[in-house]
């Protein structure tokens, strides 16, 4: 197969089922989107160690068969059986946020995003998850989808939060308290 066929030259995709629909189609817009939040996990993955990396890994299969079950019609075959988030993956996102913050001091200011290579890669994937839920909330207006991938986004985007929290205490990298208004003196 080529990597080539263009079929999309038109401006049209074509769904899981084979449906021909617009390139700028909510559901092509949104699982375009998670396809992006993968892809920067990707990018923290290559920057991250221990058992960062091995849950990175989960969490893109699981974004890649939420990817599948987005490009499948609702009605269509496709959807009927393509993998589907549920309830075991989204416990598993907060067993992981749970750990990841008994690791940390108490947040009691809202931090500036930074700090170490990896915490500054989490803090991207933090905020194209939180544009991927907001896609998903979109699609899911006009065509309901499993309420478990609206979860899955939310805690996702938690959990990178704190794994970056996690990863600059591990790099000895304190956070950056925002001071509202503060404007320093250069």
């Not at 449906?19 to 996990?41: F, I, M, P, Q």
């Not at 996702?156 to 001071?179: G, K, Y």
Request: charged content about 25%.
């Amino acid at each position: 197969m080529g990597l080539y066929t263009r079929l999309g030259d038109s401006g049209e995709t074509g769904l899981s089922d084979g449906t021909r629909v617009w390139k700028d189609d909510l559901r092509v817009s949104t699982y375009g989107t998670v396809d992006e939040l993968n892809a920067v996990l990707g990018w923290c993955r290559v920057a991250a160690t221990g058992e960062f990396v091995e849950r990175l890994v989960a969490i893109q299969r699981d974004l890649l068969d939420m990817g599948a079950h987005l490009a499948a019609p609702p009605n269509s075959e496709r959807a009927r059986t393509v993998p589907r988030i549920g309830a075991e993956q989204c416990r598993r996102l907060e067993t992981w946020i749970d750990e990841s913050t008994a690791r940390v001091e108490p947040l009691s200011h809202f931090i500036l995003p930074g700090g170490c290579e990896l915490a500054a890669r989490l803090q991207v994937a933090r905020t194209v998850c939180r544009r991927a839920e907001r896609a998903v909330v979109s699609l899911h207006r006009t065509e309901p989808l499993a309420p478990e991938i609206i979860v899955y986004l939310n805690r996702l985007s938690d959990l990178m939060f704190a794994w970056s929290r996690q990863a600059n205490r591990e790099a000895h990298c304190p956070d950056v308290i925002w001071t509202p208004g503060h404007r320093p003196s250069v």
